[in-house]
């Protein structure tokens, strides 16, 4: 399984220039590029490396605030683009295929605002003793291409998603709870570990 480094999609986009110059100078410049892998290191935001094509350079370990897909005037914070640091140093990417290319609505965090935009894949966090697998913890990192220009990874939780199939016109308001509880199936008094029956008794030729 993958481990701090993990393949993402190619996305082609543009990547901030000042973020190439230690955010010293280039400001309101950029710079096309292709995402190549992102890293998670727990306690810090999610490390994207690019392809910068014009120079066939690759550039690692910057913050999802650094890229765009078109230029933008007054760009969100890395705080509202990406919640919650890495909780582990092992992810791995999937694209949920019933979400693929869904529309969407972001809750921008800590603010009133909320953006429209496209999903692309996700970024999910895994290993035995960490945050990662306590429920109430756990977050998933869904990368959503903004409406304003840039990206974001979000948890399930700031997001509102649409299909014209399956979401009715007038939405419900979701009254949710997080989940708090560890689920087991193998509990009570039942044991099927010394009966040699193939159904385990199951069917009427086993009585």
Same mark, same amino acid.
């Given at each position: 399984?993958?481990?701090?480094?993990?393949?993402?999609?190619?996305?082609?986009?543009?990547?901030?220039?000042?973020?190439?110059?230690?955010? @010293?100078?280039?400001?309101?410049?950029?710079? $096309? /590029?292709?995402?190549?892998?992102?890293? *998670?290191?727990? %306690?810090? #935001?999610?490390?994207?490396?690019?392809?910068?094509?014009?120079?066939?350079?690759?550039?690692?370990?910057?913050?999802?605030?650094?890229?765009?897909?078109?230029?933008?005037?007054?760009?969100?914070?890395?705080?509202?683009?990406?919640?919650?640091?890495?909780?582990?140093?092992?992810?791995?990417?999937? @694209?949920?295929?019933?979400?693929?290319?869904? $529309? /969407?609505?972001?809750?921008?965090?800590? *603010?009133?605002? %909320?953006? #429209?935009?496209?999903?692309?894949?996700?970024?999910?966090?895994?290993?035995?003793?960490?945050?990662?697998?306590?429920?109430?913890?756990?977050?998933?990192?869904?990368?959503?291409?903004?409406?304003?220009?840039?990206?974001?990874?979000?948890?399930?939780?700031?997001?509102?998603?649409?299909?014209?199939?399956?979401?009715?016109?007038?939405?419900?308001?979701?009254?949710?709870?997080?989940?708090?509880?560890?689920?087991?199936?193998?509990?009570?008094?039942?044991?099927?570990?010394?009966?040699?029956?193939?159904?385990?008794?199951?069917?009427?030729?086993?009585?």
């Amino acid at each position: 399984m993958p481990e701090l480094v993990e393949n993402i999609p190619p996305v082609q986009c543009l990547v901030r220039s000042e973020y190439l110059h230690n955010l @010293e100078h280039g400001h309101g410049e950029y710079e $096309e /590029c292709f995402w190549v892998t992102a890293k *998670s290191i727990p %306690s810090r #935001a999610l490390y994207i490396e690019s392809y910068i094509s014009e120079y066939g350079a690759l550039y690692d370990k910057l913050p999802i605030s650094a890229y765009c897909w078109k230029p933008v005037e007054n760009p969100l914070s890395l705080s509202q683009l990406q919640m919650w640091d890495c909780l582990s140093y092992s992810i791995v990417c999937i @694209e949920k295929s019933f979400m693929r290319d869904r $529309e /969407c609505t972001v809750m921008i965090p800590n *603010s009133s605002m %909320s953006l #429209a935009g496209q999903y692309l894949f996700t970024l999910d966090s895994y290993g035995s003793g960490t945050l990662a697998e306590t429920p109430n913890e756990h977050k998933s990192y869904n990368f959503i291409k903004l409406e304003n220009g840039q990206f974001g990874a979000y948890p399930n939780n700031r997001i509102l998603w649409k299909d014209n199939s399956f979401t009715p016109e007038k939405q419900k308001t979701p009254t949710f709870k997080t989940s708090t509880h560890y689920f087991f199936c193998e509990t009570g008094n039942e044991s099927f570990a010394y009966d040699d029956k193939y159904f385990y008794g199951n069917t009427e030729d086993y009585k």
